[in-house]
């Protein structure tokens, strides 16, 4: 029955054009970098694994943003649209509507990794990144992507609106893309090196770093990286569950 | 006749308003049953919590021999137009009840779509986007969908809100065939003269509790208001004038 759902969610998202307008939008971004690191001045000065690394990070965000945005309203859309009720009157069951929505979103992500597809080809063209490079995008990529939408649909089910949803995720979101931008110099303290450990986005920009610069490809060397990512994924998955039985103890309609 | 519905001491309360009170009932299988009360009555709560969308704090239900809190086998043997009314306004009318069909795994469902457009008289706008439709081909469209599972128990509330005069007719006949051939109805409605003419007993609650229920000659004997409409029992037991 989760079938059902994802497709209905991807008609939604082909025949509203919200879906063709985010791939887009990633498209516009990805050109826009890859153009800068050919004609900006200092940037076209970069090692070119420096620019796949530039690029993975870009993919992998631009990635993160727009799952982030649209999971958002994916679930919380049938409760202020009101489509909710009729849908639970089905034989649904709750697990089969938070994996088709889930899969519709994964679905987005495998979307603008396709299209970036073509700028990951240019930018690794003559070295002997390419498969590592596609590689651990798609995997650290698609590993934060599951995290991240676990959490908004946990959240969507706890709020049931999409404006509030919208609003934690972006800052919850920031809050931890913001950190792993510093600059190695400020995260020298215990803390902050503590924090850079069990950050999600610190991993994947650490394995990266690690993949593309450090040219340690394989997932040995990456575990580390890897590991907490998918201890990410398995505590947004029990909060999702836990959302999950919230939701079914408010019932389908609150203050109905 | 055998209980096809049993409530026993329903209660459902948000914060300190009680929406239901204590209520309980019965309804027989093939019956058409009225339920009737004013606006905030707790008509909705009573039908979401028989049908499984929202919990009840106390109270027992039995529904086709399925007890609260196992209400999920029910699905399968109701349909329901509920308060809420939302639709995937990008989709056609057509798309709408296959994705329906397929959620309850309907076999040949085309066949099965076609047969319900004509019952709702909505064939001719069967491949429209439901964003185009009226509220009156809207309430239509939830009618059908509500049939997609060929339901043993239909519950409805205000199934007739927002339909011209011949509109309602169709409905009101249709519902009329469907208790013919056995399905019992619960229907919940402020057109009193729907009622009347439909319903073989009504139940009249208010504030969430239960008022009074019977057959309409049963009503007007307690109330002691014989030979009276069903709206002026109505009015005399809710002390509501707006109907």
Known sequence: MFRNIWLKELKEQLYTWKGTLWLVISSLTFSLISYLLLTDKELSLLDQTEMMWMLAKVIISIGLLIVSIDASSIIS??????????????????KDFVSGKLLASLTLWL?????????????SAGTKLFFPFFYYVFLL????????IMLIFAISLLFRSSKNTLTTSLVVLLALFIPSLFSTTLKNNSFALALGKVNPVDNIFSSLDNVLVDYQTSLFHNGQFILPLALFCLITLMFLVYATKRFKQAGVVKNG | MKTIISI????KSYGSIKAVDSLSLEIAQGEFFGFLGPNGAGKTTTIRMLTGIIEPDNGEIAIAGNAYPNLKPILHLIGVVPESRGFYEWMT????????????????????????????NLSERKNSAIATFSRGMKQ???LARALINNPKILFLDEPTLGLDPQAQEEIQNLLKQLNQNGVTIFLSSHQLNEVSNLCSRVAIVNKGRMVVQGTIAELQKKTNLEGSTLKDIFLALTNNNHV
């Open chain 1, 141 to 148: 990529g698609s590993l934060g992507v599951f995290g991240f």
């Open chain 2, 93 to 120: 009318a057509k798309e709408y009840l296959l994705f329906f069909a397929q959620l309850y795994s309907i076999s040949n469902p085309h066949k099965k779509i076609d047969e319900l457009f004509g019952k709702v």
């Open chain 2, 8 to 11: 026993n001491n329903l209660t």
């Open chain 2, 140 to 142: 239509r469209l939830t």
């Open chain 1, 77 to 94: 859309n049938e409760f202020e649209k009101e489509t909710a009720e009729s849908l639970f009157l089905s034989p649904i069951k709750m």
């Open chain 1, 111 to 123: 979307l603008i990794f396709i299209v970036s597809i073509p700028y990951i080809l240019v930018t």
